[in-house]
């Protein structure tokens, strides 16, 4: 198997690599595929066959290299596999070899004397072929044959998708009808006019038996598009009829390009050295007209991989998303159990605080299972409301309910052979739990308003930020369904338990928004990093990628400057960052006197100390919450309190 690597994102976008050797990729000069990315090391990773197979192993880089989203020091790659190495994502395809057929292969032979002339269709042979002469031909054995083989190609054509096969296919009908002994079509590359591939056969010798063409023949016939016939004598340039020809033949070839917008993207050559089966005029047509319905077919099956590529491409696209970033133990324990059960088909409960990349790691499961060249579709439980819910889910039949003008499949039959991902699993309905739960027994459901029951063939993940045991125990949830859902789970840790990711997933969102706001921005300064790791977050990864973007839209330097952060990061993690920060320290430690001074004025009241400030109380509650004031203020009250009982 022939392996490429497909670019689809980053400088090398839509480039197609191809893996005959061993293949190193990274930012040095001396790289295979060398990728100016600051994010890339000088030598990233390499990639080489290993027993048997193709193995990527990652070369001690700074930011990892990642295939379908998790980190890997090494990974034997299939097809369909995408690997991320900085900004640059390439998806591995396989590609099939050259099918080796037990026939001979094209030889050149030089400096042989020959006789052909260039022919063409005339006029009046045109017009013989005009609908109104048409059924005035006459109708031998030969014509009729002819006529049935020219439909058995423009049949077999419309059935083709594979280049490779296609010219073998060809020369096979061919035979049936021009009674050649040997024969070869030569396919071109489009560019180069160099030979990509060929299939050749001499029925006279044997299939094992080599089949020479006269290398000026060729070469002729390529640069000048027009067909040679050389039927072996005087005859040739004169009438005479084709019996005639044949009797005084010696050796005859008859060469015709295959023409595709004005340039030759092939070439059938011909040839006979018996009188019995001399090629004439008569061939030179019928050739012509087979090698035109081969063009068709050629391009149908080059225009068909195209498609097929891109088709591939798009979708690798689609279903591109950040990758799971993160090398501290709490986030290996998730990659690790990512791998562990991606391969079966067992369903998954993955669940967490929002915002902790539950959907991610959903999808990092889909890539690395045998279904990842499926559909993934995700459904969000909680953002539509039951009865259009259900029709999402299940689909609907036509009259189904007043706005059901027509049928619709819906995301259980959208995810055929691949996999669903239901979030916010815990905010269904009681009535869609139980039909939920019929799918996930019996792998089967009904739409709205229909009769017909349909099977599935998909894998179910499902994540929530609730507790689900304990909405069981408050029959809020039901507890056969959550034991249906229960039968793999994953907590994933909040952004506070690995802390030390933090610098890593800042950089990574930072690089991700410049280059969407076409900014440039070469870091983030060690004031601001210190800052983001000891912000608590709350709304964990989530939030972090919401404050990197405002850092990179309103940061008006090269580098993230702590005062690019959002003000509840620097109210609550400024004043330790670094000695530099004196300035938000001085503010952090100014806004603080205000509030106690505005509190100790209005007795402790939350609600006229905002008056006072001029602010609104809900403001005044979180500021005083971030800047952690409200020990201060039950001190403060409990001081007055003992100073009136004195």
């Not at 709350?538 to 008006?556: D, H, K, T, W, Y």
Request: aromatic share 4%.
């Amino acid at each position: 198997m022939l392996t490429t690597l497909l670019a689809i994102s980053g400088p090398h976008r839509r480039a197609v690599f191809t893996l005959a050797d061993a293949c190193t990729i990274g930012r040095g000069s001396e790289n295979t595929i060398r990728i100016e990315d600051s994010s890339v090391s000088l030598s990233h990773c390499a990639v080489a066959e290993e027993d048997g197979g193709l193995t990527l192993r990652d070369l001690d880089s700074e930011s990892g290299t990642f295939v379908n989203g998790i980190p890997m020091k090494r990974r034997v790659l299939q097809a369909g596999d995408e690997i991320a190495v900085g900004s640059s994502v390439f998806v591995v395809q396989a590609e099939p070899a050259p099918q080796k057929v037990s026939a001979g292969v094209v030889q050149t032979r030089e400096g042989e004397a020959i006789h052909a002339i260039v022919v063409e269709l005339q006029p009046e042979e045109l017009r013989n072929l005009a609908p109104e002469t048409l059924a005035a031909l006459p109708e031998p054995a030969r014509m009729a044959r002819n006529l049935s083989v020219l439909l058995q190609i423009s049949r077999a054509i419309g059935l083709l998708r594979d280049e490779e096969s296609l010219p073998w296919q060809l020369l096979g009908l061919i035979f049936d009808v021009i009674p050649a002994e040997r024969g070869a079509i030569l396919l071109l590359d489009e560019d180069s006019q160099e030979v990509r591939s060929q299939a050749a056969w001499d029925r006279a010798s044997g299939p094992d038996r080599n089949v020479e063409v006269i290398g000026s023949v060729v070469r002729r016939v390529m640069t000048e598009g027009v067909s040679l016939l050389d039927d072996g004598g005087d005859e040739a340039n004169g009438g005479g009829s084709a019996e005639r020809k044949r009797s005084v033949a010696r050796r005859t070839l008859l060469c015709v390009p295959m023409i595709s917008k004005d340039k030759p993207i092939g070439i059938i050559y011909l040839e006979s050295s018996s009188s019995a089966t001399a090629l004439t005029r008569d061939d030179f047509q019928l050739l012509t007209a087979i090698a035109g319905l081969g063009v068709i077919g050629i391009e149908n099956a080059r225009q068909f991989a195209g498609l097929g590529s891109e088709n591939q491409r798009l979708l690798a696209e689609i279903a591109l998303t950040h990758d799971m970033v993160g090398s501290s133990a709490r986030m290996r324990e998730v990659f690790q159990f990512i791998e562990r059960v991606a391969p079966s088909d067992s369903t998954v409960l993955i669940w967490g605080e929002s915002g902790t990349g539950k959907e991610l790691a959903a999808r990092a499961i889909h890539k690395n299972s045998p279904r990842k060249n499926r559909p993934f579709v995700a459904l969000n439980c909680a953002a539509l409301a039951e009865t259009l819910l259900e029709s999402e889910l299940f689909g609907h039949e036509k009259g189904a309910f007043t706005s059901a003008i027509s049928q619709k499949k819906g995301f259980l039959e959208v995810a055929e052979g691949g996999t669903i991902f239901l979030d916010e699993i815990g905010e269904l309905s009681p009535l869609l739990q139980a039909k939920l739960l019929r799918v996930l027994q019996e792998r089967e459901f009904v739409r709205v308003g229909g009769t017909r029951v349909i099977k599935i063939n998909v894998r179910f993940l499902a994540a929530t930020n609730r507790n689900l045991q304990d909405a069981v125990r408050n029959n809020q949830f039901r507890g056969d369904l959550f034991h249906r859902l229960n039968v793999i789970s994953i907590k994933l840790p909040a952004l506070r338990e690995h802390r030390e990711d933090v610098p890593a997933l800042a950089q990574h969102f930072c690089a991700w928004h410049a280059k969407h706001a076409n900014r440039h921005i070469v870091g983030i300064s060690p004031e601001a990093l210190a800052a983001l790791t000891q912000y608590d977050w709350p709304g964990n990864i989530r939030e972090l990628a919401n404050a990197m973007e405002r850092a990179v839209v309103v940061g008006a330097s090269d580098r993230i400057l702590v005062e690019d952060l959002p003000e509840a990061i620097l109210e609550t993690g400024a004043g330790e960052a670094s000695t530099a920060a004196s300035y938000h320290d001085a503010v952090r430690n100014l806004k603080k006197q205000l509030i106690l001074n505005a509190l100790e004025q209005s007795a402790n009241s939350v609600t006229d100390a905002a008056k006072l400030l001029g602010v609104h109380a809900n403001y005044l509650h979180r500021l005083m919450r971030n800047l952690e004031l409200r020990s201060a203020s039950k001190k403060q009250t409990s001081a007055q309190a003992d100073s009136r009982n004195r």
